[in-house]
């Protein structure tokens, strides 16, 4: 099974891409902010930044959520901002494939997208630590890069060019 992580920053467009992907794949699609504990959606609607302590249980959740897809045969797609080449090799015990798609763009635009949003805990005081924090994809690591300069259809279909993967329907 594969299971694709759509990664970046708070603002990237990781939710909208993911939900495109996974109904142009026919994989099943989960939300990693749904994961959270409440203490850390607290924190950073706070506008506090997350430690790795706080991250822990919440990526533990996530990799344990693809293990049991992948156990099940399923294949996914997956939000989460794996920041880190450490919360990302968590991600990968999960089982199956894990690849990452990273969404990268112009921090600007991010923070006005950011200022933007009404629905989300995330406030955009937040996005520097965000940036600060990321650790682009390395070499050995199984995904791509993708700009976020254009409509999230040409996003989706870029990225599911860059991985080789051809739409269910």
Known sequence: MQHLVVMGVAGSGKTTVAVLLAERLGWTFAEADDFHPEANVALMAAGTPLTDEDRAPWLTSIADWLA??????????ITCSALRRAYRD????????????????????????????????????????????????????????????????????????????????
């Open 68 to 77: 049991q897809r992948d156990a099940e045969g399923v294949s996914t797609v």
């Open 90 to 169: 968590v991600l990968r015990t999960g089982g199956g494939r894990v690849r990452f798609v990273h969404l990268a763009g112009d921090p600007q635009v991010i923070a006005v997208r950011m200022a933007a949003r009404t629905d989300h805990f995330m406030p955009p005081s937040l996005l520097p630590s965000q940036l600060a924090t990321l650790e682009p994809l390395e070499d050995d690591e199984d995904g791509v890069v993708v700009p976020i300069g254009t409509p999230p259809e040409q996003v989706v279909d870029e990225a599911l060019r860059a991985l080789g993967l051809a739409a269910a329907h």
